[in-house]
Nanobody
Framework: QVQLAESGGGSVQPGGSLKLSCVVS????????TGWFRQAPEKEREGVAQINYRSDYIVYADSVKGRFVITKDNLKNTVYLRMNSLKPEDTGIYYC???????????????WGQGTQVTVTS
């Protein structure tokens, strides 16, 4: 049974940082693509970043390039999202998800976590 469990969300001031974790069970992060998504209130869910099984294919949404970094630890079977220089518009529920392969775009993810709330406010 595949499970993805996010943690690390919270409330932070603009300009601050947070590091989200996605602990995976039921498959190896060294065998599938894992991504991060977010959904702001009354907005559609959007893809934020994705990382492939070898960590040599990484994609970021334009809105987070240069501020967010996705990494993974194969031994811990965990994927991380380091978020720096946070802005109020980064507020939302952040989800991790998986699909067999990474490629352009953020469609086709078939396993999802429950999400963790990130709030950026002064």
């Amino acid at each position: 049974q595949v499970q993805l469990a996010e943690s690390g969300g919270g409330s932070v001031q603009p300009g601050g940082s947070l590091k989200l974790s996605c602990v995976v069970s039921g498959y190896s992060v060294s065998a599938r693509c894992t991504g991060w998504f977010r959904q702001a209130p009354e907005k559609e869910r959007e893809g934020v970043a994705q990382i492939n099984y070898r960590s040599d294919y990484i994609v970021y949404a334009d809105s987070v390039k240069g501020r967010f970094v996705i990494t993974k630890d194969n031994l811990k079977n965990t994927v991380y999202l380091r978020m720096n220089s946070l802005k109020p518009e980064d507020t939302g529920i952040y989800y991790c998800a998986s699909r067999p392969y990474c490629y352009e775009g953020f469609t086709g993810f078939d396993y999802w976590g429950q999400g963790t709330q990130v709030t950026v406010t002064s």
